[in-house]
């Protein structure tokens, strides 16, 4: 299974920015897929996850009203859609799958990382 994150940029407070993760080797509506991110000198965080079928979505608490995550299994592919963002939001993101269903949230729970992509925030 191999994970690749893109989209991230430069982006300035209050804008918008849409992360892509694309799967390959497997079918992805065999994965949960969650969103991590790790800002400089600070541990990797959840930000969003979302089921199998994406009947279920979990969002933390930082994200919640302005981040929307979604997937296409047909093309194998899940979205991070991320709107009013704050300088905060600076961090390298990282999707990440997990063979488990739900809305998986820590990190050991995921079985597989894609390689990080780079979201700036500043004006």
């Known amino acids: 299974v191999q994970l690749q994150a893109s989209g991230g940029g430069l982006a300035q407070p209050g804008g918008s920015l849409t992360l892509s993760c694309a799967l390959s080797?497997?079918?992805?509506?065999?994965?949960?897929i969650g969103w991590f991110r790790q800002a400089p000198g600070k541990e990797r965080e959840f930000v969003a996850a979302?089921?199998?079928?994406?009947?279920?979505?979990y969002y933390a608490d930082s994200v919640k009203g302005r981040f929307t995550i979604s997937r296409d299994n047909a093309v194998k592919s899940v979205y991070l859609q991320m709107n009013s963002l704050k300088p905060e939001d600076t961090a390298l993101y990282y999707c990440?799958?997990?063979?488990?269903?739900?809305?998986?949230?820590?990190?050991?729970?995921?079985?597989?990382w894609g390689q990080g992509t780079l979201v700036t925030v500043s004006s």
């Open positions: 080797g497997f079918s992805l509506d065999d994965f949960a």
């Open positions: 979302i089921s199998r079928s994406g009947g279920l979505i």
């Open positions: 990440a799958a997990s063979k488990s269903d739900g809305t998986p949230r820590f990190r050991h729970e995921y079985d597989y």
